[in-house]
């Protein structure tokens, strides 16, 4: 059975956005959340060979930094499993950041360059082969390709009155994004507090939630797009319920 439901672009950049979602159930929304968060793969460095390190720091510390460095992930080009391998040979005195990682595939590069790794002083030297793999966030937090991902109600204002000429303002605090007269105000515009949005100066208000919809804020580390993301955790619930469909079939 399709669904019917309505997509509207609060706030849209390639790896931040916000967007509001009508016509879904509370249960149907915190499923594609935790599948942005869990169930797209992403590709990430799992095994480091040290070839020289002279710096400070342990081969375990560095293979762990070199870990968290996002690549990008190219849509339908890998599956679970797959591998790519990335190279680094940085001589002191220098910084040795993300940027210097060699990819085997022209593809998959580090999502940002200007993530330092280690400072190499004079005569120091990090050189080492790296194979990064395909898999999901939920074998590890270093494949989340959401790296903030969540949702709130849409609120809607309705205003009900004046208040009394001597009657002191009270802050009316809301977080998200609010709906009032048919426009989307992130609440980021008036501090969180009504009381400080022009149109609702003096006046009296009541703010509802509106049912059945939601505002995703969506971040992500670089592997994707946020569109890129959303689509993905999407379809990867699809798949799961042909899968589930299937099954009951048999």
């Given at each position: 059975?399709?669904?019917?439901?309505?997509?509207?672009?609060?706030?849209?950049?390639?790896?931040?956005?916000?967007?509001?979602?009508?016509?879904?159930?509370?249960?149907?929304?915190?499923?594609?959340?935790?599948?942005?968060?869990?169930?797209?793969?992403?590709?990430?460095?799992?095994?480091?060979?040290?070839?020289?390190?002279?710096?400070?720091?342990?081969?375990?510390q560095l293979g762990l930094r070199m870990g968290m460095i996002p690549?990008?992930?190219?849509?339908?080009?890998?599956?679970?499993?797959?591998?790519?391998?990335?190279?680094?040979?940085?001589?002191?005195?220098?910084?040795?950041?993300?940027?210097?990682?060699?990819?085997?595939?022209?593809?998959?590069?580090?999502?940002?360059?200007?993530?330092?790794?280690?400072?190499?002083?004079?005569?120091?030297?990090?050189?080492?082969?790296?194979?990064?793999?395909?898999?999901?966030?939920?074998?590890?937090?270093?494949?989340?390709?959401?790296?903030?991902?969540?949702?709130?109600?849409?609120?809607?204002?309705?205003?009900?009155?004046?208040?009394?000429?001597?009657?002191?303002?009270?802050?009316?605090?809301?977080?998200?994004?609010?709906?009032?007269?048919?426009?989307?105000?992130?609440?980021?515009?008036?501090?969180?507090?009504?009381?400080?949005?022009?149109?609702?100066?003096?006046?009296?208000?009541?703010?509802?939630?509106?049912?059945?919809?939601?505002?995703?804020?969506?971040?992500?580390?670089?592997?994707?797009?946020?569109?890129?993301l959303v689509t993905q955790a999407a379809d990867t619930i699809e798949?799961?319920?042909?899968?589930?469909?299937?099954?009951?079939?048999?």
């Amino acid at each position: 059975m399709a669904v019917d439901y309505d997509v509207e672009f609060v706030e849209r950049e390639d790896r931040n956005a916000r967007f509001l979602v009508r016509g879904v159930t509370p249960a149907f929304a915190n499923g594609v959340r935790r599948a942005m968060i869990a169930d797209v793969p992403t590709l990430a460095i799992d095994t480091v060979r040290f070839v020289e390190n002279s710096s400070v720091m342990f081969d375990e510390q560095l293979g762990l930094r070199m870990g968290m460095i996002p690549l990008t992930t190219p849509l339908g080009e890998f599956e679970l499993g797959d591998t790519v391998t990335l190279s680094i040979d940085v001589e002191g005195p220098a910084t040795a950041y993300s940027g210097d990682l060699v990819s085997s595939d022209d593809l998959v590069q580090p999502a940002d360059e200007n993530v330092p790794i280690i400072d190499l002083k004079d005569d120091q030297r990090l050189e080492a082969e790296a194979e990064a793999v395909a898999m999901s966030g939920k074998d590890h937090a270093k494949h989340q390709g959401g790296v903030a991902v969540g949702y709130r109600n849409l609120q809607r204002v309705e205003v009900v009155g004046d208040r009394g000429e001597f009657e002191d303002a009270e802050p009316q605090i809301v977080r998200g994004v609010i709906e009032h007269d048919g426009e989307l105000i992130p609440a980021e515009e008036f501090d969180n507090d009504l009381t400080q949005y022009e149109p609702f100066e003096g006046k009296e208000l009541e703010v509802h939630d509106v049912e059945n919809a939601f505002v995703f804020h969506v971040e992500t580390d670089g592997s994707f797009t946020v569109d890129e993301l959303v689509t993905q955790a999407a379809d990867t619930i699809e798949e799961r319920a042909s899968e589930l469909e299937t099954a009951v079939q048999l």
